[in-house]
């Protein structure tokens, strides 16, 4: 079992910059994050791979958002700026444990990005 704890959601203004962190209880293979808006399905956001420190992202956020993370304290960041009204969500955190399959296993709880015009 792995626990996520998410961090740094809150209210800005469109064209701030906004960090997230999620702290992981064990060990990884790579750790995501997702977003769903009100009435809207969740969407992938971006993925950090530990191996490799490999970034992916979703192209809304291509360019605005910066995926990284610090394995010693099992901990990702997703630093987010020019923000959006569009880019109101709440941001979920995930894990994947596995190495063969490619699925996350654990969610964290969420934390509420609010960007108003």
């Known amino acids: 079992q792995v626990q996520l704890v998410e961090s740094g959601g809150g209210p800005v203004q469109a064209g701030d910059s906004l960090s997230l962190s999620c702290a992981a209880s064990?060990?990884?293979?790579?750790m995501g994050w997702f977003r769903q808006a009100p009435g809207k399905e969740r969407e992938f956001v971006a993925r950090?791979?530990?191996?490799?420190?490999?970034?992916t992202y979703a192209d809304s956020v291509k360019g605005r958002f910066t995926v990284s993370g610090v394995f010693a304290k099992k901990t990702v960041y997703l630093q987010m700026s020019s923000l959006k009204p569009e880019d109101t969500a709440v941001y979920y955190c995930?894990?994947?444990?596995?190495?063969?399959?490619?699925?996350?296993?654990?969610w964290g709880q969420g934390t509420q990005v609010t960007v108003s015009s």
């Open positions: 995930a894990a994947r444990i596995s190495p063969f399959v490619d699925k996350y296993d654990y």
């Open positions: 950090f791979m530990w191996s490799g420190s490999s970034a």
């Open positions: 064990g060990g990884t293979i790579s």
